[in-house]
Nanobody
Framework: QVQLVESGGGLVQAGGSLRLSCVAS????????MGWFRQGPGKEREFVAA????????SYVDSVKGRFTISRDNAKNTAYLQMNSLKPEDTAVYYCAARGLNIGRLPSEYDYWGQGTQVTVSS
């Protein structure tokens, strides 16, 4: 079992930045690829970014490329999502997820989930 806890969400104006954190406990963090997903009001959960176990390979949804950066610190059991140039359409609950294989882009591919953190971007 892996427990994931997100933090760092909040209210920010368009163009601003936030950094989300996801702290893992339980099994060895470095064994898991990590992903970030988001779910806006009335929308399905969608892939945002993912990172391999060693942190060398990343994947992003096109809408956040160049604005968001996923990273991890295996010594701190923590994954991050740095979000810059935020837009109102980025408003959503953001979830981190862990997968014991290579990175994936579908929610169904992930084994463990955090409870989510709300990000609201005002125009």
């Amino acid at each position: 079992q892996v427990q994931l806890v997100e933090s760092g969400g909040g209210l920010v104006q368009a163009g601003g930045s936030l950094r989300l954190s996801c702290v893992a406990s339980g099994r060895t963090f470095s064994r898991y690829a990590m992903g970030w997903f988001r779910q806006g009001p009335g929308k399905e959960r969608e892939f945002v970014a993912a990172l391999t176990r060693g942190g060398l390979t990343t994947s992003y949804v096109d809408s956040v490329k160049g604005r968001f950066t996923i990273s991890r610190d295996n010594a701190k059991n923590t994954a991050y999502l740095q979000m810059n140039s935020l837009k109102p359409e980025d408003t959503a609950v953001y979830y981190c997820a862990a997968r014991g294989l290579n990175i994936g882009r579908l929610p169904s591919e992930y084994d463990y989930w955090g409870q989510g953190t709300q990000v609201t971007v005002s125009s």
